[in-house]
């Protein structure tokens, strides 16, 4: 392995509080979806707090089919736990993380000749459209933000309820 290659310039690609912050939103989100499969293990009654079988079920499915399966268990659950009466709240929350974190993770984001930090997307509903945004740290602090929430609402949600195990249940 080349000695330099791993030592990259000050401020490539783009400034280094901004990679700080796309870190900080990295590492949040794995947090998140580790949860979700917490969450839904819970919910489906499982006795361990990270059982395998709920490791299995949702180790292929996306972070919206994770929220969805969540969604519809509490739904399920909900007249039985009232602790699970806001669920409805923390999946806003989730898709609220979801929306702003998939931003940042699936469009380039760069500095262009002025010295101003973009992001570019297009969508091809319709019709191609292509657009491109000013990209300032508070947007990326905001993201982080979403996720953090989203994360304690749906810890707070799950902490709060002990669902028995389906034999147990009447």
């Known amino acids: 392995m080349h000695p330099k290659r791993h030592a990259f310039p000050k401020d490539w690609p783009v400034p280094d509080e901004y990679l700080l912050e796309l870190g900080r939103l990295t590492v949040l989100w794995g947090t ?8 839904f293990g819970k919910l489906a009654g499982y006795e361990q707090l990270l059982d395998v079988r709920a490791v299995i ?11 969805d399966a969540i969604s519809t268990l509490c739904e399920h659950l909900a007249p039985e736990y009232p ?9 806003k929350q989730l ?3 979801q929306k702003a974190r998939n931003k940042f993770s699936h ?14 997307y297009a969508s091809a509903r319709g019709s191609l459209k292509l657009n491109t945004e ?11 933000a979403k996720a953090h929430e989203a994360l304690c609402s749906l810890h707070s949600l799950i902490s709060q309820t ?5 034999w147990e249940r009447t």
């Open 134 to 144: 000013t990209v300032h740290l508070a947007d990326i602090k905001e993201a982080c």
């Open 32 to 39: 998140l979806e580790s949860h979700c499969v917490v969450a």
């Open 95 to 97: 898709k609220a993380a």
């Open 83 to 91: 602790t699970l009466s806001n669920y409805q709240d923390v999946i």
């Open 57 to 67: 079920v949702t180790a292929h499915l996306n972070f919206q089919q994770r929220i």
């Open 107 to 120: 469009n380039p984001i760069s500095i262009d000749e002025s010295g101003h930090i973009g992001l570019a």
């Open 162 to 166: 002990e669902v028995k195990p389906i």
